[in-house]
């Protein structure tokens, strides 16, 4: 039996939600690009926001994140902090001379203040999560030598190092040969095996297939959610 514990915009929300969007209206301006948003997502597992391109996928991880206020509804989540946004390796300016290790403590930033005073602690988690995304031997290196998939690897590392219960990535396989996608979705599998709920927008079947929960957009409206196979089949009937 499905347990209820609240009721959103008259939905059931079921016991293991990490994120609840109420009724999210957000946009640029006067444009309205999410509409009406109501969804429950799961916690400790992948969800991935599907949708055409301008659907509104990377808006609404702009609002999960807290970096783009909602003009109306509300975002609830159940973590102490805020979740936890990854950046897209392209999105990301290599002028900077940066080792990897300081891309990674970047993550700590909002946990040292003003004076970014770093503990063994803190030395401890940028160790840690670089080996969680098997990249502690790149360490030392320049951030701005590495190829994509290992820029990718350290940004999610970036991300693991805020400690947030929730991992918001924008297409973090988009633009990777095969191997080093491979290796990141296999990354974003063992993330959430340890707990952590992860939202990713994707435009790839397979990475859709591989999610525990699917959202799909379509011009900033919830077209479907739920089980893979159903919402991919919902996508299929679109296109
Ligand atoms: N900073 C911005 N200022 C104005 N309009 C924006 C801005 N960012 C996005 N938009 C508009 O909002 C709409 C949704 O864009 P968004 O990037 O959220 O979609 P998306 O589903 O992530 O698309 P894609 O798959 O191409 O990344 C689009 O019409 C886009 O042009």
């Not at 209820?4 to 016991?15: M, S, T």
């Not at 902090?81 to 940066?98: D, F, G, I, N």
């Not at 990713?200 to 379509?218: F, I, K, Q, S, Y």
């Amino acid at each position: 039996m499905k347990t209820v514990i609240v009721c959103n915009h008259g939905r059931e929300v079921p016991v293991g939600t990490a994120i609840v969007l109420d009724g999210i209206d957000a946009g640029y301006g006067g444009e309205r690009v999410l509409k009406g948003i109501c969804a429950e997502l799961p916690r400790g597992r992948v969800t991935a926001l599907l949708g055409h391109n301008g659907s509104g996928k990377s808006t609404l991880l702009g609002v999960l994140a807290g970096l783009h206020a909602p003009s109306a509804g509300s975002v609830r989540h159940d973590g102490e902090r805020r979740p936890a946004l990854v950046l897209q390796h392209t999105a990301v300016s290599v002028a900077l001379p940066l080792s990897v290790r300081d891309a990674v403590a970047m993550g700590r930033w909002e946990r040292l203040g003003w004076w970014r005073r770093t503990t063994a602690r803190d030395h401890a988690v940028v160790r840690d999560c670089l080996e969680r995304v098997g990249a502690a031997d790149l360490a030392r290196r320049q951030f701005a030598e590495l190829s994509g998939g290992q820029r990718q690897r350290v940004l999610i590392a970036q991300g693991l190092a805020q400690e947030s219960g929730v991992l918001l990535l924008d297409e973090p396989a988009a633009g990777l040969d095969t191997a080093a996608r491979e290796r990141v979705l296999a990354i974003i599998d063992e993330i959430t095996a340890t707990g952590t709920t992860v939202v990713h927008a994707t435009h790839d079947d397979d990475a859709a297939r591989r999610a525990g929960h699917c959202l799909l957009l379509e011009r900033g409206r919830v077209r479907a959610e739920g089980r893979p196979e159903e919402v991919l089949a919902a996508a299929s009937l679109r296109t």
